[in-house]
Structure formats: structure tokens, C-alpha cells
């Protein structure tokens, strides 16, 4: 098995809440009635040399006067020293994003299916340090440098919550 074209084995119980996480997500993003596609996650939709060297988002939104932005959902816990990432999927997400030249938000919403959640914009982790965890390479970034979101609110407000500069 080549390590570049198959993905690491998910455990079945993580790999439902990571199902029902982008299901959310989408009835989130169905109720904006903004513009928005999902990114089949088949092998076979990435150019064969760059299989195992590039990540797909999950969606790609339509955001008006802004343009195409991409989100990647994650059911994540949350840690007491935040949230945390694999490096290499962080590295491989940060290729789309170089390659397509679009900004990138990690959507992390509550396993538990809570409407509270947050967002991380893939460059936000260009500074944290990576540290092995359970044999991974990972990153960890504080809580309280995410963007707090709530699928309860509308989403295009909260993107543009998550783009003020204040």
C-alpha cells in the first residue's frame, strides 16, 4: 500500500461524528441560502501526483463581494489546552490552499452535536509549535484564539463576525 494515495484508517466512531458534523454544517449553510458546494472526498477527484500531498475541504462557499471560501468541519474536542490538529493534515490543507489560492477555515463543531462551535483560519496555525502526541505530530491552538461561532445565528453574519478586524 502506498502511503501517498490511502488516507489513514478513521475509527468507525469518529468517522460518524465527522458525518454528522458536515451534516450540520451543510443544514447551517442550506439555511443561509448562500451559494456552496461539497467536495467529494474520492480519491479519484485529485490529480494522480497529488494524491497524498493535497487535502480537500469539505465545502467551498460563495460569499457575496467576498468570493470562494473553504471550509473543512471537524468534530472536535475540545482540550483543555484548546483544540489540536495533525500537522499533516494541517501541511496538506495548507497545499489547496497555495494551489487555489483560497482562504481556508477549519468549521470545529461539538461531537456532542451542540450548537456552539468554532472556526480556525489555516493560517492561524502557521505559529503554533508542533508537538507529538500519541506518536503524531501535531498542533495546538488555544481556545480563546479561535473564532466563536454559533449555528444559531446566520452564517453569513458569522463570517462576517469572523473577518472584522476588531
Same mark, same amino acid.
Given at each position: ?106 468549521? %470545529? ?5 451542540? +450548537? ?10 502557521? +505559529? ?11 498542533? %495546538? ?15 453569513? %453574519? ?9
Amino acid at each position: 500500500m502506498n502511503k501517498n494515495t490511502h488516507p489513514p484508517r478513521i475509527r468507525a466512531a469518529d468517522a460518524a461524528k465527522g458525518h454528522a458534523a458536515e451534516h450540520t454544517f451543510r443544514r447551517w449553510l442550506d439555511a443561509s441560502v448562500l451559494p456552496h458546494l461539497y467536495v467529494e472526498q474520492s480519491p479519484l477527484t485529485v490529480p494522480a501526483p497529488l494524491r497524498g500531498q493535497i487535502k480537500r475541504p469539505d465545502y467551498l462557499v460563495g460569499i457575496p463581494g467576498v468570493g470562494l471560501v473553504a471550509f473543512d468541519v471537524k468534530a472536535k474536542t475540545l482540550y483543555p489546552e484548546g483544540l489540536i490538529f495533525d500537522l499533516e493534515e494541517v501541511r496538506k490543507m495548507r497545499v489547496f490552499a497555495r494551489l487555489f489560492h483560497l482562504t481556508v477555515y477549519f468549521a %470545529c463543531l461539538d461531537p456532542a452535536g451542540g +450548537s456552539e462551535g468554532c472556526w480556525v483560519r489555516l493560517n492561524q496555525l502557521d +505559529s503554533v509549535p508542533a508537538v507529538r502526541r500519541n506518536g503524531t505530530m501535531t498542533l %495546538c491552538i488555544p481556545l480563546h484564539e479561535t473564532i466563536p461561532v454559533s449555528l444559531q445565528e446566520d452564517f453569513y %453574519c458569522a463570517f462576517v463576525r469572523a473577518v472584522a478586524l476588531i
